[in-house]
């Protein structure tokens, strides 16, 4: 074959090679090949110094054509390369973002939050306690002995636990009530504490009663308290929560740890006192039990009842939540139902 074949021959084959390749590393490994200073074309282009005048003339100038067509084509598709992938990785900073999902407070905390500052407000402290309790502070301090009837007012989760006389000795507390003799002991009087928190009864659950809801207790002992301080707070609490003027009715009522007792009432949210399904024909719907602290309850908290006195109330959280937002089966709050808890 001679020189002049042989040239035109290999530029088809590297322009060939060159419309095949998709990839800068391939593109740059064929520069070599044929460009590189022992490239085939490299080559060949050197030798043209040792030809004769004629051929070097004809040759030359078409090795050199040859060389510059090739250079240009190699521009071209290492150009194509690169534009293809920054189109493949663009991005469009001008589209809207990806909107992350934020969750938010449960509509029991959310309330309880609320009530918490009012009644800080008014110089409570805010207390914890424990929610597997001993039977003495659940039952036995509160002024309810083993033996005691009141206790079947509460269908309790006792734990299988036994204590050093072989008595089962631990509950899940069925209310908040359980730290108000602890709330005594560590603090002592005068006293003014809110208990908010969840509470156990075992239950045969339907829309008004769930195993698992939430309390919020209140506690003032002092001198002189009486049964008005009481009316006073749950007022200002309850106005202070639905936004208006509350109108409230009191009954009596009976719990062992609380003498007199008393039961709250508020007229109905949803009928307005006009008498509906949900205030179960009354006008009326049951908020509040509370009462004055009975004088046993104080002594096991070692609080001289002959110069101090207090009331205790034992506030529905998880009802009054219900009845503020209207929802009517208290099992949604625990189902982890997002239509439900979007809501709020
Ligand atoms: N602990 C009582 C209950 O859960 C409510 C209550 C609290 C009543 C404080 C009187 C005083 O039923």
Known sequence: MNMKDKLLQLKDQVLKQLVNTKDVSVLRNLEIKYLGR?????????????????????????????????INKFAEVKNSILTKTVNQSFVDVTLPGKIIDHGHLHPVTQVQNELEDLFISMGFMVLDGPEVESDYYNFEALNMPPYHPARDMQDTFYLDHKNKEKKYDLVMRTHTSNVQVRAMQKYGVPLRCIVPGVVFRSEATDACHDHTFY???????????????????????????????????????????????????????????????????SGWLELLPAGMVHPNVLKYGGIDSKKYSGFAF?????????????????RLFNSGDLRFLKQF
Not at 232 to 250: C, D, Q, S
Not at 256 to 272: G, L, Q, S, Y
Not at 321 to 328: L, S
Request: charged share 30%; net charge positive.
């Open 314 to 330: 034992g506030l529905g959280l998880t009802r009054l939540v219900m009845m503020k937002y209207g929802i009517n089966d208290i």
């Open 215 to 281: 309390q919020l207790e209140g506690l003032m002992i002092d001198k002189d308290i009486s049964i008005t301080n009481l009316i006073a707070v749950t007022k200002k609490v309850l106005n202070g929560i639905f936004k208006k003027e509350m109108e409230i009715r009191i009954r009596p009522g009976y719990f062992p740890f609380v003498e007199p007792a008393i039961e709250i009432d508020i007229k109905c949210t949803i009928c307005n006192g006009k008498k509906c399904s949900a205030c179960k024909n």
């Open 38 to 70: 022992k490239g085939e074309l490299t080559k060949i282009l050197r030798s043209v110094v040792d030809m004769g005048d004629v051929e070097k003339k004809d040759i030359g100038k078409l090795a050199n054509n040859i060389k510059t067509e090739v």
